[in-house]
């Protein structure tokens, strides 16, 4: 066990250990970060859902995006699978079809972080996945 | 270190224990085990979420989804269903009871709306057996802050300027308090925590014990240093086992860390904490009292001045906070008092929590800025009366304070608001009674407890209570007569005169403000021999209607103290000569209403 | 200084004076109950607890009580306002309301702190009528507990533990069943108690009072097969006169053995005797002890005297590592007792067992000192009773007598004689100058330059002096309060730093003048020093003023025993002690 031996300490200890606590800080509030749901129905972990979503943390991890990751059931979609729902703030949610890992770090680079496009959005006909 | 995906966290405080939490998490990790899901999702114990009325709570993250009245069987369908393929369960989600529809976000829900959660920050969000999520959550900096770039006076100055006052009871000026412990100067000096919550359903410290304990670890470390004290202690009740076991941990932790202990931060400072037992009496929350009982002494209080700052444990300069307000140290620090004094209102900053108990539908803990109004947390946050009934009033305050009404609703409330109203802040116990609370009733049982726990140094406390006491039961029995009203409210006013502790003092609210409230309840005792609520037993009379009464006897048969027998009348159409019932030895049990199967028996 | 008004009236007081305080000395008094304060004697209690003496004061939220709360600038008091005075009887009609009404019959029946507030304040009538608090009764040999008459003033409560250390009373339980009571509410004869009284004396009601033995005085007297003589401590006489209206401090000795006569005891003696027979022994002793010092012998230093029975007691409870270092000197009582029983008795022809001896006695703790079974033979004790001077009083006026009418008459022969050092035993240090008077001149052989030893008078809770015995410097301590007694003892535990060769103990504010078995002084600290400036008088007065000039004691050891410590007085006016820890080891 290290010690504290400063308020600097205490501070690299606090960075070191904040991404514990991630997923807890940001469900808190959930309307200001970027909220990605992920069908991960049957049909979509077995087109690979499960991996393109730990791909996709970790990217966005190392791209600084403060996102939400939820899985959510099947969303009707399973020809597209896998699919993700991206809500930047402000902004409507978009669903993606056939996402795998490229797919997942366009979305991310060009969708998120610029706004453009990406190929494979689905037209949606429901509010959100929740209701 | 595993990353996790999901965070399942699950109320571990003393009311959703109570209601086997312990064993929800024992199922969570077996059922995760099975699918092999312990390295993607996390199950941590937190404290209270306040929301008690539906505990057990779970609550799954990232998605926020608020899980309340959770039964241990019910772990495999939520990981089944939510966890592995994202569906939420809505049976155990909230409903509304307005629109009867699920919310799943709780802060979407009533409860949770209006709060601000600034003592109760950490709460049902960390794991309160892990100073690493503390840490994580910001935890010591504040006391980091103070020990690297604060002088004790720009702590006290801090504080000062933050406004906040005592959530005791009595609202002392904190900021004030420590500078007057600061000023004397001694070889030692000690901080205090006041952990004896003693107001019966007021459960706030604990609350913050079980959730959040390192907050306060943290706080008395940042009053000492503000005050000159090396030495914290903690004066508990030990009715609070899970509360002293966090809050050991979290001190062994704090410890390890080097968060507590000697040169703290590479500061100099030193500071540690110990614990001291408490035996539950309500009069040990008083400050000197509670000097006494640490000391080994009887634990009743004596006379201030000398007051703890000059003259405290052991003799020595003593400062003591309750839990509450130490909880709120750290966030004004980081935050500072200029954000905190931004809440509440002029006079009164910040939050406060209550404890909100009684004839209302959302039973639980709540944190809300000063100067809301009675409605608000009755009617939004408590979503309003039980069974549809009407409001009657709300005791503020605990057994000390006062019974409000439904012209108080709208007033703003706060440590003074509540004064001028006739009752007090308190520890923030908030109880809310309907129309079957009968209010002389009411002023009897909470003399009855000050009675109880009164500590019998001063007369006016000791033999004033009684006497009150004996008064409201005469009313209350029938017996009572206008000239005891008059005896009644000058004894009030004689022992709030004259008693020597705060518990003596306020003692009378109850009395008081139901006379002042409720003056015509009381007459109706007096003068017309009736309760209106159909409390009190002695004046109510079980009425057998001699023409439906058919005269199947078996009221009789059931009644246990053979009050009712058979008259020489037969009602038209009747074939039995109906019963009746002997009023002088009814004893109101009721049983015979219960056996009548023809509802020919009322109470008047 | 601090300027204020009370009633309106400007005054100024020195700072850190309370309103109380300021009042009094202003002619202004308010009324008390709880509060009790022996002025220069380091004994106050205020507790603030009975809330009879609250005021109002200009600004305050709540009325405050007078004896705790200081005066402060520019403040404004009113001490009888329609708001205090309706406070005030409100809080003695609850007193009231909860204490037993059987004042007629009542222990304290004129006596009563609570009979006078209750006049004073013109309650005729109690409004309020409900439970009373109810205790079981409890009794040692000397203290008798009724605790349904207590009022919670805890006066006893801080005699016992700030001044005597005792840690015997202590409140207990809550809310209307407060009741101040040993440890665990174990027997007051199975605590850390140890008799002195002070309880007692102290109690404004009648709640502790002492235990009466004036019916078992009158069977014996009225049993002609019994022959019953009496002997009487010197702090009686100093004080036995308030009981009959007579000012603080007038010596009665002579009408005392008037009347003790009237009431019918055969033969009219002086503890005064055997005080000068003590110091014989116990001067003897000392120099004894002394003398092994200088010669380099392992001997126990200082020596404390072993007078006071309560003294004796605490010890024995509280030190039982050092029971070897008080004397073995019976106390005057005892040995009074011994010599009565042993070699009166035959004198005057009587069997043991129909003599009997009773004692008056300023104490409480006396009566059960006489129950010390080495104080027996066979069962037959050396002193039979002990009553008290108010029991003395009460039985003179049962007799229908009036001390006043008395005319002076002298002590029987042969244990009647005294000294003025015995006289002095009755104050605190004068069992000190006593022995110093008597062992100095035994010690150097030359009379002493002068007999007053001032260094060893007044009121010091611990008094301090080196004497200088021709060349030898004596170090003495006298301490009155078990209190001082015990940091003392703490010292000699610790090696006696000090050096001190003997000490001097009394447990009572001033010695036995302020005994528990004296006329109640409800506080007035001027009338013990009325009976101390009494006592020194008396002395002054003798003509004989040491002890070992007493013709009747020269003449007892000419007769019967030898010698002082010798082998007959050994037996019989020496004693032993027993550890009685095990009484505390179940309140630790």
Request: charged share 25%.
């Amino acid at each position: 066990m290290t010690k504290v031996k400063s308020l600097a300490d205490l501070k690299a200890m606090r960075e070191k250990l904040q991404s514990n606590l991630d997923i807890r800080e940001k469900a808190e509030n959930p309307e200001s970060l970027v909220q990605i749901k992920i069908a991960m129905a049957t049909c979509g972990i077995a087109a690979g859902a499960k991996k393109v979503m730990e791909h996709m943390m970790t990217k966005a991890d190392e791209l600084g995006i403060a996102a939400v990751f939820t899985q959510t059931g099947c969303m009707g979609y399973c020809h597209a699978e896998p699919t993700l729902e991206v809500r930047v703030p402000g902004k409507d949610p978009i669903v993606f079809g056939h996402v795998d890992n490229n797919r997942a770090d366009e979305i991310l680079t060009k969708y998120v972080q610029n706004g453009e496009l990406v190929e494979g959005i689905i037209p949606v006909n429901y509010e959100t996945i929740d209701k | 270190m595993a990353k996790y995906k999901m965070h399942i966290l699950i109320c571990g405080g003393t009311g959703c224990k109570s209601s086997n939490s312990l064993q929800i998490i024992e199922n969570f990790k077996n059922i995760l085990a099975e699918h092999n899901l312990t390295d993607d999702v996390q199950v941590i114990k937190t404290g209270c979420f306040g929301f008690c009325e539906r505990g057990p709570i779970v609550k799954i993250m990232p998605d926020n989804t608020f899980y309340t009245q959770v039964k241990p069987e019910d772990a495999r369908r939520i990981v089944e269903e939510h966890i592995i393929k994202g569906r939420k369960v809505p049976e155990l989600l909230y409903t509304n009871p307005e629109n009867k529809e699920h919310v799943s976000d709780s802060k979407h829900m009533d409860f949770y709306k209006k709060q601000i959660r600034i003592a109760l920050r950490n709460c049902g969000f960390v794991d309160p057996e892990n100073i690493e999520e503390c840490i994580s959550r910001g935890g010591y900096e504040a006391l980091g802050k103070c020990l690297t770039e604060m002088t004790p006076e720009q702590v006290i100055a801090e504080m000062k300027a933050s406004g906040l006052r005592g959530r005791g009871g009595a609202g002392f000026p904190t900021g004030l308090k420590w500078e007057l412990c600061a000023k004397n100067k001694a070889d030692q000096k000690y901080v205090i925590c006041n952990a004896d919550e003693g107001d019966p359903g007021a459960f706030m410290d604990r609350s913050i014990l079980e959730g959040d304990p390192n907050s306060i670890v943290e706080a008395m470390a940042i009053c000492g240093y503000a005050i000159g004290a090396t030495k914290g202690l903690v004066y508990i009740r030990a009715e609070y086992p899970l509360a002293i076991e966090r809050l050991k941990i979290a001190i062994n932790q704090a410890r390890e860390y080097g968060l507590l202990g000697t040169d703290i931060m590479g500061s100099g400072f030193d500071f540690d904490i110990e614990l001291r037992y408490g035996a539950g009496a309500f009069v040990c929350g008083e400050e000197t009292a509670l000097i006494h009982s640490m000391e080994g002494q009887r634990g009743e209080p004596t006379l201030k001045p000398p007051f703890p700052a000059v003259s405290g444990y052991m003799g020595k300069p003593s400062n003591v906070n309750n839990v509450e307000t130490f909880a709120n140290v750290p966030v004004i620090i980081t935050k500072g008092a200029a954000w905190f004094s931004s809440i509440g209102t002029e006079k009164s900053k910040g939050t406060k929590v209550f404890a909100l108990a009684g004839q209302i539908n959302n039973v639980g803990l709540i944190e809300v800025p000063m100067g809301i109004t009675l409605r608000e947390i009755i009617y939004e946050i408590g979503g309003g009366i039980k069974n549809g009934r009407q409001f009657k009033a709300v005791q503020t305050g605990g057994p000390s304070g006062g019974c409000l009404t439904a012209k108080h609703l709208d007033t703003a409330i706060d440590y003074d608001s509540l004064v001028a109203a006739g009752s007090m802040m308190g520890s923030g116990g908030m109880v809310v009674m309907d129309e079957t609370s009968c209010m002389p009733a009411i002023a009897k049982f909470y003399l009855e407890f000050t009675c109880e726990e009164s500590c019998g140094k001063c007369s006016p406390c000791r033999i004033g209570n009684k006497r009150l006491c004996e008064i409201l039961e005469k009313i209350t029995d029938g017996r009572g007569t206008m000239e005891d009203l008059t005896e009644l409210r000058n004894l009030a006013a004689v022992i709030k005169d004259t008693a020597l502790c705060g518990l003596g003092q306020t003692s009378p609210n109850p009395v008081l403000s139901t006379l002042d409230n409720f003056w015509d309840e009381y007459v109706e005792h007096v003068v017309d021999k009736k309760c209106r609520a159909g409390v009190c037993k002695k004046l109510m009379s079980y009425v057998i209607d001699r023409e439906k009464c058919i005269g199947c006897g078996k009221c009789a048969k059931g009644c246990p103290v053979e009050a009712i027998s058979r008259t020489e009348y037969t009602a038209p159409g009747h074939k039995l000569a109906s019963m009746v019932i002997d009023s002088t030895k009814c004893i109101k049990c009721g049983a015979c209403i219960n056996n009548c199967k023809f509802g020919a028996i009322s109470i008047h | 200084m601090i300027n204020l008004t009370i009633d309106n009236k400007a005054i100024q007081v020195p700072e850190g004076t309370t309103i109380l305080k300021a009042a009094r000395m202003n002619g202004i008094d308010i009324p008390t109950l709880c509060h009790f304060e022996l002025d220069g004697m380091n004994f106050e209690n205020k507790p603030g607890g009975c809330r009879v003496c609250v005021v109002e004061v200009k600004g305050r939220r709540n009325l405050a009580p007078a004896c705790a709360t200081d005066v402060m600038e520019g403040m404004e008091v009113l001490t009888h306002s329609a708001r205090v005075i309706n406070a005030r009887k409100t809080v003695v009609e609850l007193i009231l309301s909860d204490h037993p009404n059987d004042c007629l019959q009542c222990e304290k029946n004129g006596d009563c702190e609570l009979q006078s507030l209750t006049k004073r304040l013109g309650i005729k009538e109690i409004p309020f009528k409900g439970a009373t608090s109810t205790y079981r009764k409890d009794s040692t040999l000397s203290v008798y507990r009724d605790m349904d008459k207590c009022v919670m003033c805890r006066r006893c409560e801080t005699m016992c533990n700030k001044f005597q250390t005792a840690g015997a009373l202590s409140g207990v339980n809550r809310g209307f069943q407060a009741v101040v009571a040993p440890a665990f509410e174990q027997n007051l004869g199975d605590s850390s108690c140890i008799n002195c009284g002070q309880c007692v004396q102290v109690c404004p009601v009648g709640a502790l009072t002492l235990v009466d033995n004036i019916s078992d005085v009158l069977k014996a007297i009225a049993d002609p097969t019994k022959k019953v003589i009496v002997q009487t401590a010197p702090a009686v006489r100093v004080a036995l006169g308030e009981e009959f209206g007579m000012k603080p401090g007038e010596i009665v000795t002579g009408k005392m053995a008037a009347a003790l006569r009237r009431l019918g005891f055969d033969q009219v003696y002086d503890t005064d005797w055997s005080a000068d027979l003590t110091i014989m022994e116990e001067g003897t002793e000392l120099l004894g002890r002394l003398k092994k010092a200088l010669a380099g012998e392992e001997v126990k230093l200082p020596m404390f005297t072993s007078c006071c029975p309560a003294w004796v007691a605490f010890y024995e409870k509280n030190f039982p590592d050092l029971l070897e270092y008080p004397s073995t000197a019976k106390s005057p009582q005892g040995m009074f007792g011994a010599v009565a029983k042993n070699y009166l008795a035959p004198k005057l022809g009587v069997k043991r067992e129909d003599l009997v001896v009773v004692s008056i006695m300023p104490c409480l703790a006396k009566k059960s000192e006489l129950a010390r079974e080495e104080l027996s033979v066979n069962g037959n004790r050396d002193v039979d009773f002990s009553l008290t001077t108010r029991e003395l009083a009460h039985m003179i006026r049962q007799c229908n007598l009036n001390l006043n009418d008395m005319p002076e008459e002298d002590f029987d022969s042969p244990l009647g004689q005294s000294t003025g050092a015995a006289v002095i035993f009755g104050a605190t240090g004068g069992v000190m100058e006593a022995a110093l008077r008597t062992a100095y001149e035994v010690h150097t052989g030359k009379k002493l330059p002068k007999i007053d030893f001032e260094e060893t008078r007044g009121f010091q809770g611990i008094k301090e002096a080196t004497i200088d015995f021709d060349g030898f410097p004596l170090k003495i301590a006298v301490a009155y309060s078990l209190g001082n007694a015990r940091k003392i003892m703490e010292e000699v535990r610790n090696g006696n730093p000090n050096g001190y060769h003997f000490v001097e103990v009394m447990a009572c504010p001033g010695g036995c003048i302020g005994g528990a078995g004296q006329p109640y002084h409800h506080g007035d600290s001027n009338i013990i020093r009325k009976r101390m400036e009494a006592i020194y008088r008396e002395d002054a007065g003798k003509p004989i003023r040491k002890s070992h000039e007493n013709p009747e004691v020269i003449a007892i050891y000419k007769e019967y025993y030898g010698e002082p410590c010798g082998h007959l007085s050994h037996e019989q006016l020496h004693t032993h002690y027993f550890d009685r820890s095990d009484k505390l080891e179940a309140t630790k």
